[in-house]
């Protein structure tokens, strides 16, 4: 199945692709179909392992991009639990599905026709000054406009950024040859301001424009309930991702913890490439945060592998 996710508009998420039936399939033949596939990431359904299975993981799932595994990804989490759902996995709770991955169990829950997952743990520290330089650079901003800076790593690392204005972050043109030379994947955020008329106002006009190269008939996401505007730039492949279920989970856990945001609170990312994601963060009694979205199964079929 490929499923787009972040959306219930078909192709304006996030796409997945996910194998159901992976058992047997050696890691060269995962590679070799992620770099085929040429989505951000494609997913392998597989039996859990023993010690999973003891502690009641559903299934397993490795995750691949062209370029190689990762241990963790939010939007392959969604979109592959909705596709194992879908297949007709039968969870072994009533209240969630329990995924193994190589960055160890994570929940996902249903949620008022959405899926979330529990954020994983983050590591963070600071960015070295003279890297922060260069990013900056690389980006034509100046250094005031950049709040706050961490490198976030809960599976999948980022270079987290807090801009000073969403005018800032939609208006940002890279220089993708400076920017690979950083090494860097970046996940930049800027907060809207408290809500009044004049804001919403400013922030419809902000994404109509952004949103202006998109395909015919759709428009910009609705922006009400929105806090924070988000940009995923790999610098490796010189490409913006459209939703990123990782990044968000980091950059929510990090922006709470310093006091920049607080949650509950709504995302948007994939404005500038023409995707209305809409990412939705939300603590439990515990403290943890949920990343969730809306899930959608764009093709269902057979592969040859």
Same mark, same amino acid.
């Given at each position: ?117 529990? @954020?994983?743990?983050? &590591?963070?520290?600071?960015? #070295?000054?003279? !890297?922060? %330089?260069?990013? =900056? *650079?690389?980006? +034509? ?107 968000? @989970?980091?950059?929510? &856990?990090?922006?709470?913890? #310093?006091?920049? !945001?607080? %949650?509950?609170? =709504? *995302?948007?990312? +994939? ?35």
């Amino acid at each position: 199945m490929t499923v787009d996710v972040f959306t219930a508009v078909p192709y304006l998420g996030n796409p997945v692709a996910v194998v159901l039936d992976a058992a047997g399939l050696s890691d060269a033949q995962m590679q070799q179909f992620a770099c085929w596939t040429n989505l951000s990431e494609t997913t392998f359904v597989l039996p859990p392992s023993a010690e999973a299975a003891a502690q009641g993981a559903d299934y397993r799932l490795r995750i691949f991009t062209p370029e190689g595994e990762l241990a963790f990804a939010g939007h392959p989490t969604l979109g592959s639990c909705h596709a194992w759902l879908a297949h007709g996995g039968q969870p072994h709770s009533s209240t969630h599905v329990l995924q193994e991955c190589q960055q160890g169990l994570v929940q996902i829950a249903r949620r008022d026709q959405r899926l979330a997952f529990c @954020a994983p743990a983050l &590591q963070r520290q600071a960015v #070295e000054p003279a !890297l922060l %330089a260069q990013v =900056t *650079a690389a980006l +034509g901003l100046e250094p005031a406009q950049v709040l706050a800076a961490q490198q976030l790593y809960n599976g999948s690392p980022w270079m987290g950024m807090l801009l000073d204005d969403p005018d800032t972050l939609l208006a940002l043109e890279p220089d993708w040859p400076r920017l690979a030379a950083t090494g860097q994947k970046l996940g930049l955020a800027a907060r809207y301001p408290q809500e009044d008329a004049g804001a919403l106002i400013g922030r419809s006009s902000r994404e109509a424009r952004a949103f202006a190269g998109s395909r015919v008939g759709e428009t910009a996401p609705a922006a009400a309930s929105v806090q924070l505007e988000v940009r995923g730039l790999v610098s490796s492949l010189a490409m913006e991702d459209p939703v990123t279920g990782s990044l968000n @989970a980091a950059l929510a &856990q990090w922006l709470t913890a #310093e006091g920049w !945001l607080q %949650a509950p609170y =709504t *995302a948007n990312q +994939g404005v500038c490439v023409g995707r209305a994601g809409e990412i939705a963060i939300t603590p439990d009694a515990t403290g943890a945060l949920w990343v969730g979205g809306h899930t959608v199964t764009c093709v269902h079929g057979q592969v040859l592998l």
